[in-house]
């Protein structure tokens, strides 16, 4: 099958084959072509376009006239006063007998475009056009924030992502925290300048979060500051030009607009599962080096190879870091809880009716009782949320017993995998052996273990003290420090043991390795070293004795 020929090579071979003298009607019938289209090859190499057929018309090309009438009216009356495309189609219906002509959708259409254009036409509103920018390296930069979801902990949630962008060479720098608040603000700033390893000389864009700025004076770009953020403008050396408010200001820092959308697309689809917020900046930071060897559009150099021309360029970073967390001091109320940001936060129970101090950071919080930390938290996501520590509440529990079944610091401990089965198991042990008060008062002191030993080895030790029905809390002390991960060999068999404990196995046979190992075992298994050290002399103790007999009692007969 031959392939069709374009009206162009037609034409070259009806001109060849006319050459060597072929008359029309041959040329017709060689072809297969009337006589207009012979003619035409020879006249002319190139085809001529052909006519476009007449516009139809439309059954509202009647009202465009009165419409448009209408739209530059509204050019002087009130904004809330002025004709929408519903109010224009009704209109047409009542006093130009439009019913059966023209559709809702047909005016609609035609007002969308019209209404823009006569604002044009009149000078209103300038021409949709944009200015191509020159960015020089080292200089400018933009910054904003978006928003991701992620599966925290099996919980979809939603974060905010910080993206910081060098205009130069698109190098963007990315953190992600539980909020867009000014502490993660101030933090996206400082990881971002740590990474570039300086801060641009020129201007930095941004737009008008309540993180940076307080009012808006008028229309023009003065902007009454937060005094926290001057604070880091000055330590940074920021020189900040804020955006327009509105859609029109988004134009005036495309650049990291369209940054956070490609990297919310290559990089959070489909929407990762983490267990914190540490674990997926960890993820964060490196894609965002490996995002040096990508191309930004038609650029015949790397991001990385651009930002290897920019980063000498860059302003040097003051010598003293910047604290960007926030200070607050909640007394502690009867729940041992403090209050930031309308949440609660749990705290040891002896600070019951004291005064803490709180630092709030853009994922975590810290507790201080004077300078000393004494409990640190995730971050909430939503306000009107608890988060309780069950060690907070420990001593408290000796007393009152009957309060741990159901305490929300307990189900918290459950959901967060720190109060395993094994647990519950030596729970429900314990307290049939010795009572529910007693029971729960030991199950409290093997929890007081885990102040001082790993977790893991405390819910082995209880594994190996429930299978031998040992349900005392000095028990279950001593079998979790003989738990050992031993350096040959040892650490694997000892954790796939551990694993089946946790899933609830039954009990291991004869020849199997124990999960808990005895100390004299560790020893006589221990290579110790050959002692090379001489043997001690004894000769000064000898010259003692020699004095001693040289000498005469003072007692003795002459």
């Not at 937060?226 to 820092?253: L, M, N």
């Not at 003290?465 to 420090?481: K, N, Q, S, W």
Request: proline content about 5%; hydrophobic content about 40%; aromatic content about 6%.
């Amino acid at each position: 099958m031959t392939q069709p020929r374009s009206r162009v090579d037609l034409y070259a071979a009806i001109r060849r084959d006319a050459r060597p003298g072929m008359s029309n009607r041959a040329l017709q019938r060689k072809h297969g072509v009337g006589f207009r289209t012979v003619t035409a090859a020879l006249e002319s190499a190139w085809p001529k376009e052909r006519k476009q057929p007449p516009k139809r018309g439309s059954r509202l090309d009647a009202y465009r006239v009165v419409i448009d009438d209408w739209l530059r009216s509204d050019l002087d009356a009130p904004r809330k006063q002025r004709h929408t495309a519903k109010r224009i189609f009704d209109r047409l219906l009542d006093e130009h007998d439009g019913a059966g002509v023209v559709s809702y959708w047909m005016v609609r259409e035609y007002v969308a475009t019209r209404r823009r254009e006569i604002r044009v036409e009149v000078g209103r509103e300038p021409a949709n056009a944009f200015i191509p920018q020159e960015h020089l390296p080292g200089r400018e930069a933009e910054v904003d924030f978006g928003d991701v979801a992620i599966h925290l902990r099996g919980e979809l949630v939603t974060c905010a992502l910080f993206s910081l962008r060098l205009s130069y060479s698109g190098k963007a720098v990315h953190r992600v925290s539980a909020s867009a608040g000014q502490e993660a603000f101030f933090e996206g700033h400082v990881h971002a300048f740590n990474v570039l390893g300086g801060v641009p000389t020129g201007k930095i864009r941004y737009d008008n979060l309540k993180a940076a700025v307080a009012s808006v004076i008028g229309f023009s770009r003065q902007r009454v500051e937060a005094d926290r953020w001057t604070a880091v403008r000055s330590h940074y050396g920021i020189e900040a030009f804020y955006c327009q408010p509105g859609i029109q200001g988004a134009h005036e820092k495309g650049g990291v607009e369209g940054q956070i959308g490609w990297f919310r697309r290559n990089h959070l689809v489909p929407i990762p599962e983490v267990d914190s917020l540490a674990e997926l900046n960890a993820m964060v930071d490196a894609w965002d080096e490996a995002d040096d060897a990508r191309r930004i559009g038609s650029r015949a150099r790397t991001v990385g190879e651009h930002f290897a021309t920019e980063q000498p360029l860059l302003a040097p970073l003051p010598t003293e870091p910047f604290a960007t967390g926030r200070w607050f001091t909640p007394r502690v109320d009867r729940y041992a809880q403090v209050t930031v940001r309308m949440n609660k936060y749990s705290v040891p129970a002896r600070m019951v009716g004291r005064q803490a101090r709180v630092l709030l950071n853009a994922s975590d919080l810290v507790v201080f009782d004077g300078r000393t930390e004494i409990a640190r938290h995730e971050r909430l996501m939503t306000k009107g949320s608890t988060r309780v520590d069950l060690d907070h509440y420990l001593e408290v529990l000796l007393r009152k017993p009957g309060a741990l079944p159901g305490a929300k610091a307990l189900e918290q401990a459950r959901a967060s995998g720190r109060f395993t089965p094994v647990h519950d198991a030596w729970w429900a042990a314990a307290c049939k052996a010795h009572g529910d008060a007693d029971g729960t008062r030991a199950l409290i002191e093997v929890l007081m273990l885990h102040r001082h030993l790993p977790h893991d080895h405390v819910v082995a030790g209880l594994a190996t003290a429930l299978r031998a029905g040992a349900l005392t809390a000095d028990a279950v002390a001593l079998e979790a420090r003989k738990y050992n991960d031993t350096a040959d060999g040892g650490a694997d068999d000892t954790t796939a043991d551990h694993q089946s404990l946790m899933s609830g196995d039954r009990a291991r046979g004869e020849g199997e390795i124990p999960a808990v190992r005895s100390l004299t075992e560790r020893r006589l298994r221990a290579h110790i070293p050959a002692d090379t050290r001489p043997l001690p002399s004894v000769e000064k103790y000898d010259q003692l004795l020699a004095s001693r007999r040289d000498t005469p009692n003072e007692g003795a007969a002459p």
